[in-house]
Each structure stands twice: as C-alpha cells, then as structure tokens.
C-alpha cells in the first residue's frame, strides 16, 4: 500500500506505474483505493462506477476496471455534502459528519472488495488517501492505517520534494503516528524531484535515520505523467493554458466533474485549451466553449451566472461562436431543470440558460453506462460512457447516435450549440476530428486511450530505473 504525506504528493501516479511495470513482468496485478473522493469517475465493466484513477491504475494492469477496485467513493456537492458510491452503486448524499459517523460501517464493504481482488491477483497495488499523519481522522478509518491495519497489509510512504519540506513532512509523519501503525510502514518513496539526485544525497540519509524507515529511491519530474487523467481538480488551476491558435474555452465550474474529457483536446498542437478560473472572462477570441459536466448541475448553473458567464456565452453566441454542453453542462443548456426528489439538494427547479429546447428531470436513478456510436451529422465514429441522473427531453434534432438505438443529445436551429451525455467524446480520433474540423483546425489524428498506454509504458520504465523493485517486491511478498 502506498500512503502519502498528503494529498496530491502522486500516489495515484506512482501506483499506476507500478501497476504496468508488475503487468509486464508477467504478474496479474490488480489496483485498489479503499476510499476515494473525487468528481472524476469511470464507468466499470460490472455496471457500476470508481474513481477515475483507479480505471487508469486497471488499464495499467491490463485488467478490466470493477466496482471492487474502489469500494468507497465520496463525490462532492457542495462543501458540506456529498454523494456516496459503495461498492459501484450510489448510496445517497451525506453531510460531512453524517459521512464521518458511518464510514467505520463500510470497512466491511472495503474488505469484502479486497479479498475478492487479492483472491484473483499476484499482487494488489493499494493507493491510500491524503495522509496518515491526519491523526485527527484516525478514528475510524477506512482509507489509509484503519484499512492497513484491518487487511494487514505493509505500506510505504510517499513524499513529494516538489513542494518542499520533505524531510520533516516523512519525519514529522513518523514523529505523530501510533507505534503500531508506525510499524505497518516498511520504507519510504520521494517523488517528483528535479535536478541532480546526488545534491539530495545527505537529505535522504537524514530521513532515513529521522524516521527508522529504509529509502526506496528517488523519482525523477516525469513528463508521462502528465499525459495521464487527472485524480483532482487542484491540477486544473496549474494547467489553465496549453497549445496553439485555435481557442477552446472550459469555465471551471465548482463542482467540475470528468475533466479529463478535454485532455484530448489538450494534446492537439493546433489548440489553444483555456481552462478558465472564476473570476475570469470566458476568452472573447474563443472558437468554441464547452460547459462541463458537474456533480451540482443546479448549484453550478447558479455559480456560472454569478461569474457572469451567461453573459459571456451569450455574447460568444451572438458573435458566430459554437457551443458544446457535455452532461451537466447539456442540462444547463436547456430551458429547464427540475429536481423533484432533491437529488442535488432542496427540491425544486430553476430556468436553464435557454439556448437548447430541451429541458432535464434529475431523478433518484443514475445511467451507467459505456457507449458507442456515431455522430448523426457526420457519421463520425465516437465511443465514451454515461453517468448521470438526468432525463433530458425536448424538440431538438438529436446530435449522436448510439450502438444500441438509441439517441442522444440536442442540436440547435442553427447548428452551433449542441448538447449530449457522452463522456469522452474527444478522445476517439475521428471524432474529435469533426468538431476540430468545424473550428478550422486540423488533428494529430491519434486514440487518446493509445496516448494514455504509451504514456504509462513510459512512466514504468522511468519507476524502473529509479525505484528499488526487488525491495518493493520483497515489502509486497513476492518471491
């Protein structure tokens, strides 16, 4: 199990590494995460959804992403609720301290799933969350010692020198931890370094007699990395810009969800992605701006007017601009959305911006599903998957075709504003062809998911080299 000094140090990046590079070694290897919290999820092949890093961790294994591989994930609304997936299958919406006073019930969830994983596998790649050194959440816990402990399992902790302080922060873990959890930990990983390895010489030994835990080296800044989907959304604020001449814009709502489905866009050389921050003007010169998906459509709509981005859309409209919602972002395109059963929050409903004729029901059950198709336009092939609440109805031409009859999505009158639930639309090349096509750009012509492989081929050659595997090996159990 890797566990980190604290959140984002790139557990889910290392794990995922570790995956393929145990994969090609000729081990069957399956990731877990115990507890994730995260607005980025995948669809599983048993129907149900997981963290977005986990099916990114599965895809490394070569394995097929299942509900087991992340029991527990916590999906944010607002700052003080969020919805709760067990086991692939959403549970409800819990306040904060409701979620803190079940989830020690769940760790039987947890290892149920677990077992059933170490069962089929060589090895099991655990990923925890945020940090053991959050003593204060010791009590109870699912997601980093209470599971270790639970499972018996040895860990090895991350630190990411990136961001400074590594020394006291793998220290200073050490210094606060119970003996006996301390003793679950068998070494210890320092991420992300740039520069010479050497001049960190004499600070990895001082960790090493600071804490009483063994180094396992030292992980170089690895451009790979950044090819893969990210975990959280704190990333998209060090991405905001990439590329060239042709600007795509994406508002970055409270509660965006799935962002990963414009790092095809991003890749391209002849676009220019804006991700834009609140309390920035949605970009005057953009081609096309996309409304993303969100975990609080009702909530973010309101927060997208009160950035005044509805009146920045508007104005991209009348300007000849083109339009595209994806999920949350379709709902907030129509004329209405009503939330009868409260599944956001207060039941209700509230006026959409009006520039699709179609309007959305939120209801108690979520579609969960991966989908392929074609676009009815231009017969493009595309392929991505579902999940939402939503039912969407309206007078609109449908703007996608699906493999299994159905349609899906609107298409304005005049052809520039269109709207669908089909996550991942970009990242089939023909697809993303089409719409690039339609702003003037032309496209690198490559799969995302190929992307994506190469990158985490990449990545465990790079652990390879700069990782102690045969202590790892050992630390896991392996002969």
């Known amino acids: 199990m890797l566990q980190g000094t604290g959140s984002d140090v790139g557990k889910s990046v290392l794990v995922a590494g570790l995956c393929r590079l145990f994969a090609k070694r000729g081990l069957k290897v399956m990731p877990f995460k115990p507890q994730n919290m995260s607005n980025n999820a995948a669809v599983t092949s048993d129907g149900g959804e997981i963290g977005r890093a986990q099916a990114v961790q599965a895809l490394a294994a070569r394995v097929a992403p299942h509900s087991d591989m992340n029991p527990v994930l916590i999906k944010p609304?607002?700052?003080?609720?969020?919805?709760?997936i067990i086991q692939g299958q959403m549970q409800g919406t819990r306040s904060a301290?409701?979620?803190?006073?079940?989830?020690?019930?769940?760790?039987?969830?947890?290892?149920?799933?677990?077992?059933?994983?170490?069962?089929?596998?060589?090895?099991?790649l655990i990923e925890g969350a945020g940090s053991p050194a959050e003593i204060n959440l010791r009590c109870g816990d699912i997601a980093n010692m209470?599971?270790?402990?639970?499972?018996?399992?040895?860990?090895?902790l991350v630190g990411d020198i990136d961001r400074g302080g590594v020394i006291a922060a793998v220290a200073g873990t050490r210094a606060v931890l119970d003996p006996d959890d301390a003793a679950m930990i068998h070494g210890f990983i320092i991420n992300r370094f740039r520069g010479d390895p050497d001049l960190f010489a004499d600070g990895y030994r001082m960790i090493e007699r600071l804490s009483g835990w063994r180094g396992l080296g030292v992980v170089p800044w690895i451009d790979a990395a950044r090819r893969l989907p990210a975990e959280d959304a704190v990333v998209l604020d060090r991405r905001a810009v990439s590329g060239g001449s042709i600007v795509i814009a994406v508002p970055m709502l409270s509660r965006i969800a799935n962002f990963d489905d414009f790092d095809a866009l991003a890749a391209e050389p002849e676009v220019r992605l804006?991700?834009?921050?609140?309390?920035?003007?949605?970009?005057?010169?953009?081609?096309?701006?996309?409304?993303?998906?969100?975990?609080?459509?009702?909530?973010?709509?309101?927060?997208?007017?009160?950035?005044?981005?509805?009146?920045?859309?508007?104005?991209?409209?009348?300007?000849g601009g083109q339009v595209l919602g994806i999920c949350g972002g379709y709902q907030m395109l129509g004329t209405r959305i009503a939330d009868p059963d409260g599944i956001e929050g207060t039941p209700g409903e509230v006026e959409g911006l009006g520039h699709l004729p179609v309007t959305t029901r939120l209801a108690p059950h979520k579609r969960l599903a991966e989908v392929t198709g074609i676009s009815i336009a231009e017969g493009a092939a595309l392929r991505g998957y579902?999940?939402?609440?939503?039912?969407?109805?309206?007078?609109?031409?449908?703007?996608?075709?699906?493999?299994d009859g159905r349609t899906d999505g609107a298409v304005s009158a005049c052809g520039r504003i269109a709207g669908c639930y089909v996550h991942g639309l970009f990242?089939?090349?023909?697809?993303?062809?089409?719409?690039?096509?339609?702003?003037?750009?032309?496209?690198?012509?490559?799969?995302?998911?190929?992307?994506?492989?190469?990158?985490?081929?990449?990545?465990?050659?790079?652990?390879?080299r700069h990782l102690d595997i045969t202590a790892l090996a050992r630390i896991a159990g392996l002969t």
């Open 146 to 156: 209470g599971f270790a402990r639970a499972a018996n399992v040895p860990v090895v």
């Open 274 to 319: 804006v991700m834009v921050p609140p309390g920035a003007p949605l970009p005057a010169k953009a081609s096309l701006v996309i409304l993303p998906g969100t975990k609080a459509t009702i909530a973010d709509l309101a927060f997208l007017r009160s950035q005044g981005w509805d009146i920045d859309l508007a104005a991209h409209i009348r300007r």
């Open 97 to 124: 301290g409701g979620y803190q006073a079940e989830k020690a019930r769940w760790l039987e969830a947890v290892l149920d799933s677990y077992q059933r994983l170490a069962a089929q596998a060589d090895l099991v």
């Open 427 to 464: 990242d089939h090349p023909a697809q993303r062809a089409v719409w690039l096509g339609r702003l003037g750009a032309g496209s690198d012509g490559l799969d995302q998911a190929v992307r994506v492989d190469e990158a985490l081929d990449e990545l465990a050659d790079a652990l390879a």
């Open 77 to 84: 609304q607002s700052d003080r609720t969020a919805q709760v």
């Open 386 to 403: 579902e999940i939402h609440c939503g039912v969407t109805d309206g007078a609109a031409p449908p703007l996608l075709r699906l493999h």
